[in-house]
T-cell receptor, first 114, second 115 residues
Framework: AQSVTQLDSHVSVSEGTPVLLRCNYS??????LFWYVQHPNKGLQLLLK??????LVKGINGFEAEFKKSETSFHLTKPSAHMSDAAEYFC????????????FGQGTTLQVKP | DGGITQSPKYLFRKEGQNVTLSCEQN?????MYWYRQDPGQGLRLIYY???????QKGDIAEGYSVSREKKESFPLTVTSAQKNPTAFYLC??????????????FGPGTRLTVL
């Protein structure tokens, strides 16, 4: 069965410093992986997705993620944090089969300090 | 504007009452989904529908019911059988819902509170 683990429940960075949100996945096949962001009391917005094309995926707002099969990781990075990046981030793997079902990590809260 | 709308934004329910949450999309998507989100947790799938007049149970369907009479609409009813309904409910849709590469697009959510 597919699963995803977000290694940090809370990450705090200073504005202008790099962001690293860690995600490991478990899958017996080549997965589709997503990162979503959620601001307080809002819906989820897609940041980026990996679907077996280029292993380095660029997303919106300067975020990117690298798929590393050998490490079963899909970490999210951004070179320089902005105050508006403070939010909840979810790493997601797509369930195998013809359902389109998503399996969510527990989420990482990103705090950005001025 | 194309997108997914959910209403109401906030909903209060007395114990023992059924309530219905609305979800509408104008993206011409075939598949629609309902998720529940509790504090500090990821999203859990309640029900999903890949085509009109058909839907499937997700991981936590007990105490919930849905219908899919129109492509654009996928209402969720929280019944009195749901033991702990207070949560944030999110609706999503995707093109076909039959591929692991499909992207799901989310509505703004409804926060349900049981009084």
């Amino acid at each position: 069965a597919q699963s995803v683990t977000q290694l940090d429940s809370h990450v705090s960075v200073s504005e202008g410093t790099p962001v690293l949100l860690r995600c490991n996945y478990s899958s017996s096949y080549s997965p589709s992986l997503f990162w979503y962001v959620q601001h307080p009391n809002k819906g989820l917005q897609l940041l980026l997705k990996y679907t077996s094309a280029a292993t380095l995926v660029k997303g919106i707002n300067g975020f990117e993620a690298e798929f590393k099969k050998s490490e079963t990781s899909f970490h999210l990075t951004k070179p320089s944090a902005h105050m508006s990046d403070a939010a909840e981030y979810f790493c997601v793997v797509s369930d195998r089969g013809n359902t389109g079902k998503l399996i969510f990590g527990q989420g990482t809260t990103l705090q950005v300090k001025p | 504007d194309g997108g997914i709308t959910q209403s109401p934004k906030y909903l209060f329910r007395k114990e023992g009452q059924n309530v219905t949450l609305s979800c509408e999309q104008n993206l011409n998507h075939d598949a629609m989904y309902w998720y529940r989100q509790d504090p500090g947790q990821g999203l859990r799938l309640i029900y999903y529908s890949q085509i009109v007049n058909d839907f499937q149970k997700g991981d936590i369907a007990e105490g919930y019911s849905v219908s899919r009479e129109k492509k654009e609409s996928f209402p969720l009813t929280v019944t009195s059988a749901q033991k702990n309904p207070t949560a944030f409910y999110l609706c999503a849709s995707s093109g076909q819902g039959r591929s692991s590469t499909d992207t799901q697009y989310f509505g703004p959510g409804t926060r349900l509170t049981v009084l």
